[in-house]
Nanobody, 119 residues
Framework: QVQLVESGGGLVQAGGSLRLSCAAS????????MGWYRQAPGKQRELVAT???????NYADSVKGRVTISINNAKNTVYLQMTSLKPEDPAVYSC?????????????WGQGPQVTVSS
């Protein structure tokens, strides 16, 4: 069994910064990809950013230049540094992990911290 433990999130003023982290633990695994998705009320879940264990990144166009994703493979932890937060950024940000366990790929999701941006 694998758990994703997220931290960060909260209330920040527009233009401010926030850092999210997500640590994977549990059964022996190796990381294929980890990342963050977000879902605002009334909207579909959308990609924010992903990163492979090798460091290859992918960002949504809406956050490019404002968000940096990084990974610490030794700690099985992914980080999302968000800057210049905008009124359209508030959402539940869920951690995602694509892991390899016993030669099988499995997806895991965190419950997600809420990010709120005040104007």
């Amino acid at each position: 069994q694998v758990q994703l433990v997220e931290s960060g999130g909260g209330l920040v003023q527009a233009g401010g910064s926030l850092r999210l982290s997500c640590a994977a633990s549990g059964s022996p695994f190796s990381i294929n990809t980890m990342g963050w998705y977000r879902q605002a009320p009334g909207k579909q879940r959308e990609l924010v950013a992903t990163i492979t264990s090798g460091g290859s990144t992918n960002y949504a166009d809406s956050v490019k230049g404002r968000v940096t994703i990084s990974i610490n493979n030794a700690k099985n932890t992914v980080y999302l540094q968000m800057t210049s937060l905008k009124p359209e950024d508030p959402a539940v940000y869920s951690c995602y992990a694509d892991l390899i366990i016993a030669w099988s790929r499995r997806d895991y999701w965190g419950q997600g911290p809420q990010v709120t941006v005040s104007s």
